[in-house]
T-cell receptor
Framework: AQTVTQSQPEMSVQEAETVTLSCTYDTSESDYYLFWYKQPPSRQMILVIRQEAYKQQNATENRFSVNFQKAAKSFSLKISDSQLGDAAMYFCAYRSLNNNDMRFGAGTRLTVKP | KAGVTQTPRYLIKTRGQQVTLSCSPISGHRSVSWYQQTPGQGLQFLFEYFSETQRNKGNFPGRFSGRQFSNSRSEMNVSTLELGDSALYLC????????????FGPGTRLTVT
């Protein structure tokens, strides 16, 4: 079964700075999807960014970008120009195309300091 | 489009009781997944329904069950509640094509006393 590992339980960044959240996964599949979700305190989980495994180009959504290293099975999230509203729990997720299984990492709590 | 809705938002039950939670997916989404979120265990997958059929199931006891209706709305039921069932229960819907990304509802906060 696929596993998703987020090795940083907590991260902190100064406002306007850049931070990178790590995610690794284990799979024997060649095609799959990867996602980063954000869950602000007491608020709804929302999709931040997504990546198809067969696409080599890293996905970008405004200030959010990923560094997808398929061979290394790594999928890190970079947040540029961090804002106070970026403070949240961030989850990395893997979606299998074989069985539609969706796996989440344990999450990284990001604090943004003014 | 309206987002995923879950009812009720908060619930307090007593040990031994049963509870039913409801989820209405985004219009056009036929897949509905349920997750249990707790501080200690994180986000754990309960089950996924697609076209009224359970397609995937997580590692939870049989006290946890679900169903999906023809309009894609889904319910999950927990029988014989235990203190450890206290959690935020999240529902997520997705299309069965494209990126298959899931869109989450606000969750139902269940407290078992």
């Amino acid at each position: 079964a696929q596993t998703v590992t987020q090795s940083q339980p907590e991260m902190s960044v100064q406002e306007a700075e850049t931070v990178t959240l790590s995610c690794t996964y284990d799979t024997s599949e060649s095609d799959y999807y990867l996602f980063w979700y954000k869950q602000p305190p007491s608020r709804q989980m929302i999709l931040v960014i997504r990546q198809e495994a067969y696409k080599q180009q890293n996905a970008t959504e405004n200030r959010f970008s990923v560094n997808f290293q398929k061979a290394a099975k790594s999928f890190s999230l970079k947040i540029s120009d961090s804002q106070l509203g970026d403070a949240a729990m961030y989850f990395c997720a893997y979606r299998s195309l074989n069985n539609n299984d969706m796996r989440f990492g344990a999450g990284t709590r990001l604090t943004v300091k003014p | 489009k309206a987002g995923v809705t879950q009812t009720p938002r908060y619930l307090i039950k007593t040990r031994g009781q049963q509870v039913t939670l409801s989820c209405s997916p985004i219009s056009g989404h036929r897949s509905v997944s349920w997750y249990q979120q707790t501080p200690g265990q994180g986000l754990q997958f309960l089950f996924e329904y697609f076209s009224e059929t359970q397609r995937n199931k997580g590692n939870f006891p049989g006290r946890f069950s679900g169903r999906q209706f023809s309009n894609s709305r889904s319910e999950m039921n927990v029988s014989t509640l235990e203190l450890g069932d206290s959690a935020l229960y999240l529902c997520a819907s997705s299309q069965d094509r494209g990126y298959y990304e899931q869109y989450f509802g606000p969750g139902t906060r269940l407290t078992v006393t």
